[in-house]
C-alpha cells in the first residue's frame, strides 16, 4: 500500500541527509547530547519501566489466566510495541527535535499531535507525582520500628481500638485515614492535607533538582534510579522465596487457564498494557532520541528495550507474587489457628490436638455430634484462593497488600524501606520522561521568549504541576487522581498513538522513512518493519481505541469509596459520579485528543486568511550567509 | 446454732489454655447475691468449687505450653508457681495481708491447660470477692505474664481485659525528619546547580577579559613584533619609492 498524501515543502522544513553528516562532524553546541550510550540506554528503560509493571502487569497476569497470559502479551508486545517503539526513535533520531518540532516539520498541520502530546504529558505527571509523593511519605514512614502501619490507634477514651481501624485492619487504615485522610465522596472536597502537601513539594523539588538542565542532571541520576530498582527486586526474589507460602504464589500467578486465550477482554487488556507500558505518545522517547547521534543503530535499540521492559514486567510479577504468596498464607494460617482455637475452647480439647491438617475431619466429626454448639461458634471459612486474588493492583497493591506483608516480615522497617525506594526510583525514572515531554515541546513552541534559560522551564513546569497537583491533596484526593489515571493517560494516548503511526507512515512517506533509516542505521528495514508499521500496527490501535471507548461510554461511570457507613465496609463501595465530573472527564480526555483537528483547522484558516507566510521558515539561501569572517561569524 | 448452708460459689476463676501457647483464665461470676455473712452467722463452709460443675475431679494432666520462646510441658509445679504467683498478687493489693499458697484453689482443671480457681482468706474459709481478685490480678498482670513467659495474648484471664498499651508516639514524628533531610539536602542540590553555572560564568569572562587584553595588544602588529611576518607578495611592492615623472 503505497498510500502518500500530498505533503509540499517538506524538504525545506527537515534537514537533508548532508546537512545530517554536517551537523554530526562540527558539534553543533547548544542541543544536548548524551555522554554515552549507557545513559541513554538507561533513561529509556527508565521511562518505560514503571510502576505499571510492578503493579499492573501482576494483576493482570494473574486474572487472565496466569501463564496463559504471556500468549497475548508477548504477541502484542511483537506486534505493536516495538514497532512503535522503533518509529518514536527512528523519527527523532532523524529530524533531531523534540515532539512538537518533529511534527510541525513534517507538517505544520500535524503540530497539534505535539501539543496533544504535550497536554498529555503534563496531566500524567501531575498525577504521576502524586502517587510519589505517596510512596515519599510510606518512605519516610519507614524509619521506625515498630512501622506505623502495623498498630491501630486506640480511640478517645483509651478503652479500645478506634473503630474504624478495628473493623477493617491497620493498613487499611493507615492509608485511607492517616494517609489520605479520605472523605466519602468526590464532591466532599475536605480541605488540603498538610502532610500531604509537604509530601507532594518534596516529590516536586526532588523532581526539579534532577531535571534542572534536563538531561544534563537527569542523565546523571538516572544511572541509580534506573538501576537501583532491579537490585531490589532481586533481593525482594531471594528474601521472598525463603519464606514460606512464596510458591504458593508463584504457582498461582503462573498457572495457565487457556481459556481465558477465548476471552476478548484479554486480549483488550493485553495490547492496552503494552501500548502505556512503552511510554509512547508521551513525546519523552521523540526527544530522547534526538539527542543521539545520527548513525545511531536505533533499531537494534527499540528491540533490545522493548525486551528488557517485557522481561522486567514478567520478574517483579514474580517477585510480587511470591511476597503476596507468603502473605496469603500467614493470613490463612493464622484465620485456621483462631478456629482451632475456637473448637479447642469450645470442648476443652488438649493442646495441638487439633492441627491445620486435621481441623477439617474434626470439624465435619464434631458438626455431627454437637452440631448446636458448631452452629454458635463464629468459625470463619478460610480459603487461599480468595486470599491470592485480594485486590491486588495499583495503589492498592503497594499501600495495602504488600505492607502488610512486609509487617509480618522479620526486619520488618528494612524491607519496607526498600519496597518504597524502589517504587519511587521506578516512578522518578519515568517522569523524567514527562517532564522532558513537556519541556521540550514549550521551548519549541516560543511561547516563552528563548532567552530563558532551561531552568526557567523546568522551575515553571513543576511549580504549575504543583500548584495543580494541590488538587489530589484534598481529602477526596485519591477520587481525582483515579479519574485522571482512567481518563487522561487512556484514550488521548491511543489516538496520539494512532495519529503519529500515520504521520510518520503516510503524510512523511514510508519510502522516505525507509531511507532515512538506510542512512541513519546502514540498511533498510526489512518486512517485518514494513508490514507492522503500515498495517498491523495501525489496525491494532484503532481496535484497542474503538473498544476502549466503546466499554468506556457504555458502562456506568463509578468509582470506588471508603465509607465507614456503608454496608461492606471494609470493601470498598461503587458509587455513581455526579453529573458535573463528565465535564471534568470531557475536559481531560477529550481536549488533548481533540487539539488534533482543533489545531489543524485553525493553522488553516491562519493560512487562508493571512497569507503572509512566516519568511523565518524559509531562509533565503546566500552566498555571504556561508563565508566565513575572521573564522567566527557563521550564519 | 452453726448453720451449714449451702453457699453459691461467688467467685470461680476458669483457666483455661489456648492452643498452641495460651493459658487461659476465665472469671465466671455469678450474678446471685454476695452476700456475707455477719460475724454472727459463721456456718463452716465447705466449699466446693466442683460443685457448680458437673462432678468432675480436679485432673492434672500434663500437656504442653508451647510459646514462642520456650515450650514447656504443663504440671503440678507449674500449678504451684501459678498458686504462688497469684498469692503474691494477692498480697501486693490487699497490702501485707498474708496470702499462702494453700489459699489459691484451682479446680476443674482439664486436659486443656484451663481451670477455675478461688481464693480465700488467710487462714480462714472466707471467699475473696471477685472484683478484688480481678483487682489484684491487673495490678500485677506483668508480673504473672513474667513468671510464666507470657504475654497478655498468651495468658488469657476471662473477664480481665488487659489495659491497651497506648502506641509509642514520640514527640516529633519520626517522618519530619526524615523529609527535613531530604528537603535540605535537595535545597543545597538546587542552589549548588542554579549557583555553579554563574560561578563558571564570572571566572570564564574573567579569563576572556585577560584573553582579549592580550588580543588587543597583538591587533596591530607594528614592525618590531612582527609585521613583516606575512608572506610578501611581490606584485605590490613599490620597486620605486617615488613616481618617475
Known sequence: MKLKLPNPGLDDRIPSHEDLERMETEEAGDRPKWDNKAQYLLTCVGFCVGLGNVWRFPYLCQSHGGGAFMIPFLILLVLEGIPLLHLEFAIGQRLRKGSVGVWRAINPYLTGVGIASLLVSFLVGMYYNTIMAWIMWYLFNSFQDPLPWSQCPLNANSTGLVAECARSTTVDYFWYRETLNTSAAIDDAGGLQWWMVLALFAAWTLLYVCCIRGIETSGKAVYITSTLPYLVLTIFLIRGLTLKGSTQGIKYLFTPDVDELMNPQTWLDAGAQVFYSFSVAFGGLISFSSYNSVHNNCEQDAVLISIINGCTSVYSATVIYSIIGFRATQKFDECQGDNILQLINAFDYPENSITIDNYDQVLTNLNQTNPDIIQGLPLKTCDMETLLSQGVEGTGLAFIVFTEAIIKMPVSPLWAVLFFIMLFCLGLSTMFGSIEGVVVPLQDLRVLPQTWPKEVFTGLTCLISFALGLIFTLRSGNYWLALFDNFAGSIPLLVIGFCEMFAVIYIYGIDRFNKDIEFMVGHKPNIFWQATWRVISPLIMIFILIFYFVTQVTKDLTYLVWDEEAANFPVLEARPYPSWIYVIIFILAGIPSLVIPIFALFKFFQRKCCKDKSYKDHPVDTISAKIEMNGKAKF | ?245
Open chain 2, 1 to 245: 446454732m452453726i448453720a451449714y448452708a449451702d453457699f453459691k460459689i461467688e467467685s470461680l476463676a476458669y483457666f483455661s489454655k489456648k492452643m498452641p501457647n495460651h493459658v487461659r483464665w476465665v472469671l465466671q461470676q455469678i450474678k446471685s447475691r454476695i452476700e456475707r455473712l455477719n460475724a454472727l452467722f459463721r456456718p463452716v463452709m465447705h466449699y466446693n468449687c466442683s460443685a457448680h460443675h458437673e462432678g468432675t475431679n480436679m485432673t492434672e494432666e500434663a500437656s504442653n505450653i508451647s510459646s514462642d520462646t520456650a515450650a514447656y510441658p504443663w504440671s503440678k509445679n507449674e500449678m504451684f508457681l501459678f498458686r504462688a504467683a497469684l498469692a503474691f498478687a494477692m498480697r501486693d493489693y490487699t497490702n501485707g495481708e498474708e496470702f499462702g499458697v494453700s489459699d489459691i484453689h484451682p479446680c476443674d482443671e482439664t486436659e486443656r491447660v484451663s481451670f477455675w480457681f478461688v481464693v480465700t482468706r488467710p487462714n480462714t474459709t472466707d471467699l475473696v470477692d471477685k472484683g478484688t481478685v480481678e483487682m489484684a490480678i491487673k495490678k500485677s498482670r506483668n508480673r504473672i505474664n513474667g513468671a510464666f513467659l507470657l504475654t497478655d495474648q498468651t495468658l488469657e484471664f476471662d473477664g480481665i481485659y488487659p489495659t491497651l498499651a497506648a502506641p509509642v508516639s514520640p514527640a516529633t514524628p519520626p517522618w519530619l525528619i526524615v523529609f527535613g533531610v531530604v528537603m535540605g539536602a535537595v535545597s543545597v542540590g538546587i542552589i549548588a546547580l542554579l549557583v555553579y553555572p554563574l560561578v563558571q560564568r564570572k571566572l570564564k569572562k574573567n579569563k576572556d577579559a585577560d584573553d582579549e587584553d592580550s588580543d588587543e595588544e597583538t591587533g596591530v602588529k607594528t614592525a618590531e613584533i612582527g609585521a613583516n611576518d606575512g608572506i610578501y607578495n611581490s606584485m605590490f611592492s613599490d620597486d620605486e619609492r617615488f613616481t618617475q615623472m
